[in-house]
T-cell receptor, first 113, second 115 residues
Framework: NAGVTQTPKFQVLKTGQSMTLQCAQD?????MSWYRQDPGMGLRLIHY???????DQGEVPNGYNVSRSTTEDFPLRLLSAAPSQTSVYFC????????????FGQGTRLTVV | KNQVEQSPQSLIILEGKNCTLQ??????????LRWYKQDTGRGPVSLTI?????NTKSNGRYTATLDADTKQSSLHITASQLSDSASYIC??????????????FGRGTQLTVWP
């Protein structure tokens, strides 16, 4: 069972570069979301999607774009990387019903220099 | 404002001892409360999930309690093991409308178990 798969696991970018973090799930979950985790802070929601074709902003959306063309995939795009975006990024998925489990990917550690 | 606060921020205990971690929340409307374990360099993994009507749930040596009236939860770890060293995160799920399914995270309690 693949669950939630994130790629890459590690990435170093130069300031101003763009890139896409990939997230895929094989559980047919409607709800997918992206979080960033910084030292001493809880996971913060960047963007989320409640189904294919529907996305919305979370707490810290600036500098990031998302799209949801299929149920399975939810890529996160950094438009012009900044050192403040150095963080660990997690993708999660769950059925869009209450009291169900959320599954997390293994994370992508991004460093912007 | 929807918030989840955890205490203590960090905790060191000796192997075999018990400990209790605390979580207070203000998320409304409430759907459920979850405790996750996050090992260093890994994604969070669920330990327990409790709904409004549940006040205790166990998963092996982990026992979570929920007081929905006071909006408090605790996670009790019995007979700690070295492998329990991790960050324990309290997560509250919103329960209605546009926020249905949205998760609110605490900052976690970093537990270290020493031999």
């Amino acid at each position: 069972n693949a669950g939630v798969t994130q790629t890459p696991k590690f990435q170093v970018l130069k300031t101003g570069q763009s890139m896409t973090l990939q997230c895929a799930q094989d559980m047919n979950h409607e709800y997918m979301s992206w979080y960033r985790q910084d030292p001493g802070m809880g996971l913060r929601l960047i963007h989320y999607s409640v189904g294919a074709g529907i996305t919305d902003q979370g707490e810290v959306p600036n500098g990031y774009n998302v799209s949801r063309s299929t149920t399975e995939d939810f890529p996160l795009r950094l438009l012009s990387a900044a050192p403040s975006q150095t963080s660990v990024y997690f993708c999660a998925s769950s059925p869009r019903t209450v009291n169900t489990e959320a599954f997390f990917g293994q994370g992508t550690r991004l460093t912007v220099v | 404002k929807n918030q989840v606060e955890q205490s203590p921020q960090s905790l060191i205990i000796l192997e075999g001892k018990n400990c209790t971690l605390q979580c207070n929340y203000t998320v409304s409307p409430f759907s459920n409360l979850r405790w996750y374990k996050q090992d260093t360099g890994r994604g969070p993994v669920s330990l327990t999930i409790m709904t409004f009507s549940e006040n205790t749930k166990s998963n092996g040596r982990y026992t979570a309690t929920l007081d929905a009236d006071t909006k408090q939860s605790s996670l009790h770890i019995t007979a700690s093991q070295l492998s329990d060293s991790a960050s324990y995160i309290c997560v509250v799920s919103a329960g209605r409308g546009s926020t249905l399914g949205r998760l609110y995270f605490g900052r976690g309690t970093q537990l270290t178990v020493w031999p």
